[in-house]
């Protein structure tokens, strides 16, 4: 019911910045949290950052102070600022969106990833 179209991946040099988006589209339960998660080669997928109206922020540790994670409301769109970019923070980033009924089934959709590569 649900799709999300990510954007602003790409190579950047060390120290540099990106901006993703993600805009969700289709039916979707207005109270809802928006994310983004990494996967390097052959690494686990990892939470990067979350935001959600009942919980808050919350960011890996490796990204705090560094990456800032947003959501304009009126667009469904979520934003993930990365900035002093580290080579480390190769990956592909996967946009996530939560439904947060507290009766009933809730979606859980991905978007299908932009790839981030920080190199010189």
């Known amino acids: 019911q649900v799709q999300l179209v990510e954007s602003g991946g790409g190579l950047v040099q060390p120290g540099g910045s990106l901006r993703l988006s993600c805009a969700a589209s289709?039916?979707?339960?207005?109270?809802?949290?928006m994310g983004w998660y990494r996967q390097a080669p052959g690494k686990q997928r990892e939470l990067v950052a979350t935001?959600?109206?009942?919980?808050?922020?919350t960011y890996a540790d490796s990204v705090k102070g560094r990456f800032t994670i947003s959501r304009d409301n009126a667009k469904n769109t979520v934003y993930l600022q990365m900035n002093s970019l580290k080579p480390e923070d190769t990956a592909v980033y996967y946009c996530?969106?939560?439904?947060?009924?507290?009766?009933?089934?809730?979606?859980?959709?991905w978007g299908q990833g932009t790839q981030v590569t920080v190199s010189s």
């Open positions: 996530n969106v939560r439904e947060l009924r507290i009766v009933g089934g809730n979606q859980n959709a």
């Open positions: 289709g039916s979707i339960f207005s109270f809802n949290a």
């Open positions: 935001i959600s109206p009942v919980n808050g922020i």
